[in-house]
Structure formats: structure tokens, C-alpha cells
């Protein structure tokens, strides 16, 4: 699992939409949310360097409010019910793109030449902003087919989505869920063979 610099979000895809569903993960059997303040929705911005297409918050004087955090958590679920439909090999609704249309249409995009990259800049509210981008990004998959390479994570108490076109990756990560199976069944021989 690849983290941001400061180790708190797993950043698996590159992918806005699928980032922001794996702002949800279960640590030792407890489901935590990493978007409870506004400032850690600050900080996954910046983990993804979507600051780049909000520049009203690039403002020292610019912050994420409480409300905004709450439509984006509230987004993240209708993201996280699709995308797992999607990897237990349903098909994606009709409803569901007209969401993600209607939140793209709430801040269209406008696009501006950055250290030389072409980035999106939606234009309406912070939030609203946010929502767009993410949308876009999920429009994006869908329209490249990658949606339907989006597994979960072959460990039962995890709760993180990939997307594997190899279609021989069981984890959300080697080095986490990977590692613990792996421990847990050595473990699991060893006290065996103790017994024995």
C-alpha cells in the first residue's frame, strides 16, 4: 500500500474516485474513517495533487468547511456502493452516470496549462468542485474500461478496492493484507505442528 507523505491515506490507484472510497479501511478489525476534519480532507487533497485544479484553496485563507466534508463523505458512499457492485460483477447503472454527469455539470470544467500538463479547473463552489473532479474521474474509468478490473481486497476484513488488469493480484497490497495472511497462516502451521 503506497502512503501519502505523511502515511495517512492509501493512495492504490492514482485514482481520485477509487482514492476516495479507500479513505474508508479497517485497522485490526475496526472501520476508520480518514476524512473525520476538514483538514484531513485538505491533506487528501494534497495527497493527490488536486490542489492544482481548486485554486480558490490554494489560499492560505481558504479552508475546507465542515459542510464540505459532509457532501463528500456523502458522495464517497454512492461511489464506494457503485465501485463495489462493480467488482462483486454487477453492472453499472444508468442512474449512477447521470449522478456523476450532474455533479460535473454542478462545476463545469475549464482547463488550464500547468508545468506542462493540461489540468482541469471546475468552475462553482469548493465542494461542489471537488465533487466534479472526483465524478470526472470515475466517468473516466468506466469510459476506459477499467471499472471492470476493480476487485476487493481477498482479505476478508478489508474493505479497500483495486483495480487489477493482470487479474492475478488477491490484495489490496502486498505489504499489508498480503503479509498479514501470510503471518497468520505461518502462525496458524506453527501452532499446529506445536500441538502435534
Known amino acids: 500500500m503506497t ?3 505523511t502515511g495517512s491515506f492509501p493512495l492504490l490507484s492514482g485514482h481520485p474516485s477509487l482514492d476516495l472510497v ?3 479501511l479497517v485497522r485490526r478489525g475496526i472501520r476508520h474513517d480518514l476524512l473525520i476534519r476538514p483538514e484531513d480532507l485538505t491533506a487528501w487533497l494534497e495527497a493527490l495533487n488536486m490542489k492544482e485544479s481548486l485554486p480558490s484553496l490554494q489560499h492560505a485563507s481558504s479552508e475546507i468547511t465542515k459542510e464540505a466534508l459532509n457532501k463528500v463523505k456523502e458522495f464517497r458512499i454512492v461511489v464506494r456502493d457503485m465501485y463495489e457492485r462493480l467488482a462483486d460483477g454487477r ?4 442512474s449512477w452516470i447521470r449522478l456523476m454527469e450532474a455533479c460535473i455539470a454542478n462545476a463545469p470544467l475549464s482547463y488550464h496549462f500547468l508545468d506542462g500538463r493540461l489540468v482541469p479547473v ?3 463552489s469548493d465542494t461542489d468542485a471537488i465533487l466534479s473532479l472526483v465524478a470526472l474521474d470515475a466517468l473516466r474509468l468506466l469510459e476506459a474500461g477499467e471499472l471492470a478490473y476493480l ?3 481477498s482479505n476478508p476484513e478489508c474493505v479497500l478496492l483495486y483495480v487489477d488488469r493482470s ?3 488477491k490484495w489490496c497490497s502486498m505489504k499489508i493484507c498480503g503479509n ?3 503471518v497468520a497462516r505461518n502462525q496458524a502451521k506453527k ?3 506445536q500441538d502435534m
Open 180 to 182: 498479514r495472511i501470510k
Open 191 to 193: 501452532d499446529h505442528n
Open 122 to 124: 471546475p468552475l462553482g
Open 22 to 24: 479507500n479513505t474508508e
Open 91 to 94: 453492472e453499472v447503472t444508468r
Open 3 to 5: 502512503l501519502n507523505n
Open 167 to 169: 487479474g492475478r493480484r
Open 151 to 153: 476487485h476487493r481486497c
